[in-house]
């Protein structure tokens, strides 16, 4: 018998948990933000509470955006087995039935109508206790294999929600039946850019193609390197607006101060790109960028040319997963391995400014991976349950 079982949709009460990075983080706040906006159509204001990690990215979020915020205990399983992963696995050990028995009391106490998580171990606790008390709970997964946290969820999970089709076949066959492919929400200023105030805002040419070089959120410093010792080949034929990082950001202006003058005005750095970052996008002929599950999630939802290369230590290799992925069925060009050059970067970027066929190619295929409506998906999925 459920927890929650009467007045569902007059006053929507639900549990949203999810953070530790922004890929985790934004498609939990785009969720809510759209189900705020679908809701007050119909004169309901949903009661939300997002349940995270006190120091977690998260918290701010939560607070920036004013949704109640509760902090639980959480823990992490480390696979490495050196001494300081150890001891921190003993630590965790505690923290993990501390959080588990936190969790427990905030869904009880809350009597949500449906708990959402968008991974990292946070919603482990949470994702167990909605299991416990029988709320409807969904799970959703950003990347196209499957995070730790989430593969111990998928078993108790009411209703997998994926951001790719190919995710399925990474879902044990009994858990693919409550799995459906929502795809990744996205925030909605993404799919409305203006390219002319993007080009605007860097002092661009717009007769010159924009090369948009991207590390994700904290920049790449191998990306930083290849594309240092690749401008000068570059610039002769495009324009580039690199974000590089807080991290390496001294070091690649220093690489800008250095390029010959006839080229140094083609070439822009920052360390982040905050709202003009739509426009940039809608304004570049190419993107060169990490395979960060956010990221792909945008430059498909664009149909956007792309030069992808997976940052070889994320998480199972789920970037090279995703790369991969793409390049097999033509929507990307992966550099990865011996292949993640210098000079394989500028003549991959060179020879795809000038066979514009091969641009518009990989843009087509691209978009037939984007799912731009992803957020509305989710917000239905979340009305059916907790509609009962
Ligand atoms: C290094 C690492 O472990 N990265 C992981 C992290 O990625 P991370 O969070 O770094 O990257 P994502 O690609 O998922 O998201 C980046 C987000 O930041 C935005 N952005 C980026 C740069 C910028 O200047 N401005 C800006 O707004 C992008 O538009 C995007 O929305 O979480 C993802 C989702 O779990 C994983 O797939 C990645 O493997």
């Known amino acids: 018998m459920s927890l929650y079982s009467t007045q569902r949709l007059q006053s929507l009460r639900m549990i949203v948990t999810g953070g530790g990075t922004g890929g985790h983080t934004y498609p939990a706040l785009t969720t809510v933000t759209t189900l705020q906006a679908r809701l007050a159509a119909t004169g309901v204001t949903p009661e939300l509470l997002w349940v995270g990690v006190a120091d977690g990215l998260e918290a701010t979020i939560a607070v920036r955006h004013g949704i109640p915020f509760k902090a639980v205990t959480t823990g992490k399983l480390r696979r490495s087995t050196s001494p300081k992963d150890i001891a921190r696995n003993v630590v965790d050990a505690f923290r993990i039935p501390l959080g588990i028995v936190q969790a427990a009391y905030t869904v009880a106490r809350t009597r949500p109508a449906v708990v959402l998580s968008t991974g990292g171990f946070v919603s482990v606790p949470i994702g167990l206790a909605a299991a416990l008390f029988r709320v409807p709970y969904l799970l959703h997964e950003q990347t196209l294999s499957l995070g730790l946290a989430n593969r111990i969820l998928a078993r108790v999970a009411t209703r997998i929600l994926l951001s790719h089709e190919a995710s399925l076949e990474h879902l044990p066959p009994k858990a693919r039946q409550r799995a459906v492919v929502t795809g990744n929400p996205i925030r909605p200023a993404v799919l409305q850019g203006d390219p002319a105030k993007g080009l605007a805002a860097y002092g661009l040419d717009p007769a010159v193609p924009l090369v948009l070089v991207t590390g994700g959120a904290s920049g790449a410093q191998q990306v930083n390197r290849m594309l240092a010792e690749a401008l000068p080949g570059l610039l002769q034929h495009c324009q580039v607006v690199h974000q590089c990082g807080s991290l390496n950001h001294a070091e690649m202006q220093q690489v800008a101060a250095n390029l010959p003058a006839h080229l140094a005005h083609r070439y822009r750095v920052v360390d982040f790109i905050h709202e003009e970052l739509p426009d940039l996008l809608a304004a570049a ?31 199972g290799g789920e970037q090279r997963i995703t790369a991969r992925h793409l390049t097999q069925q033509g929507a990307a060009v992966m550099l990865d391995g011996d292949e993640a050059t210098a000079d394989r970067l500028r003549d991959t970027i060179n020879g795809l400014l000038a066979d514009p066929g091969h641009r518009i190619a990989l843009g087509r295929a691209a978009a037939t991976h984007g799912r731009p409506d992803a957020a509305d998906h989710v917000v239905t999925e979340i009305l059916t349950a907790a509609a009962g």
């Open 285 to 315: 002929a190419i993107v060169v960028a990490r395979s960060g599950a956010g990221t792909v999630a945008e430059l498909t939802a664009l149909g956007k040319a792309c030069v992808l290369i997976p940052y070889p230590y994320s998480a």
